[in-house]
């Protein structure tokens, strides 16, 4: 045990990689996921043709086969797109997250009742403004749950980037748990890390659902039977 | 105000208007009645561009709407629209629904907009529901809200489809008074309703529309005491 704490900076260290990782991630396969999925959703069929390919693509491989992909053979196709491990793996997990993202988010916008359209652009919204204002809003209320559930996912697959030897918490835990001959507290301690990551994603996950959700509350005593032009019961 | 001028419209293969012609004067209540699928809605989505027009020439309020150059924003401020499903915006409290297109579309200033709105509100008798959101209201108060919305975009027409068909009946009158009022400032507007009542009280013209063509138009007394052609006589015995 008094090995263990000798060896709590690089288990820190590791930590603070996976935190980077995840965050840089999140943040990129978030953005880029949006994108795409708007563009799945989209009326113009070339935008929606391409994207598709891109998601189906993303979604039929491995995390695993495309952050080897990365690391590996990618510098041997485009001479000079050599990644450092950090580099590699952000960008395989960027990638890979951003497919599933991109589905969610065009679920989220396909949800959106045609009405909502037609009554946008009849008040003369133009296409920004719908979107911004009335499409996207409320989609953001179906996508929610979904895509945290696949940040949460993606911080636990990225203990993957581990095979194309990057230090994150997975790697420093297999390193300290061999080195001390003792991987039974290394790994306990490298779960109860992930753990201590995710937990705050889910918490706030549930917040901003619950946020976004006060439209669709009815007042107590309200009676409640179903209204045409309700999105159902809260 | 309105003129419509042999309007065609296909929905792939299927022809769902086939030349239909007519004038609505500034001012003027039109309420156009008939069975399901006859091409009532289409007719009234074509004024605002919510469909295509396929063939045939449709000037509201100065705009061409067979124009390529024309922009469909220009012609929807000036055509206001009251849906069946009403289409609130749920995640947006009832002023700001009201609000959000003068806002966003031209007029920016934000005290002026409210107070508009609040104005709006009260014409429409739910001054005290500003600040609740749409799965808060019983139907008739959604529509309401809804009206007051196209409203505030201050349109020279109003379109309604089929406003009350999705109410209780205890609500439907509520809507109609507003309507009412709507029309003796007025308002010019097109009306597609199985409300005969409304129609012979309220409207100044009737015209009658099966598979895709005018049958029959006229008065109100005219077209519910007098119709002249058989179709007509059989649709009004059938919704009487």
Known sequence: MGDLLT???????GAGMTIILCLIVGVAGSILGFVIGLARASSIGVLRWISAIYTNFLRGIPLLIILLFTYFALPLL???AVFSQLMSGAIGL?????????????GAIESVPRGQYEAAEA????????????IVPQAMRVMVPPWVGILLAMIKDSSLVSVIGFVDLTQAGKIVGTTTMQPLWAFVVVGAVYFFICYPLGRFGRWYEKRLSISLA???GHTADLRAGDLGPA | MISVTDLHKSFGKVEVLKGMSCEIAASEVVCLIGPSG??????LRCLNLLESITAGTVIINGHDLGDPKLNK????????MVFQQFNLFPHLKVLDNIMLAPLKVGKKDRPATERKALELLDKVGLSDKADAYPSALSGGQQQRVAIARALAMDPAVMLFDEPTSALDPETVGDVLEVMKRLAEEGMTMVVVSHEMGFAREVADRVI?????LIVEEGKPSEMFDTPRHERTRAFLRRVS
């Open chain 2, 73 to 80: 924003i220009t012609v929807r401020k000036d055509v206001g």
């Open chain 2, 208 to 212: 009658f529309i099966d598979e895709g």
């Open chain 1, 218 to 220: 009815r007042p107590p």
């Open chain 1, 7 to 13: 060896y709590l900076p690089p288990l820190a260290r």
């Open chain 2, 38 to 43: 006859s091409g009532k809605s289409t007719f």
């Open chain 1, 123 to 134: 008040l003369g919204l133009g296409f920004f403004n719908k979107f911004r204002y009335v």
């Open chain 1, 94 to 106: 960027t990638l890979f997250v951003s497919a599933y993202i991109a589905e969610v988010v065009r």
């Open chain 1, 78 to 80: 485009i001479p000079g």
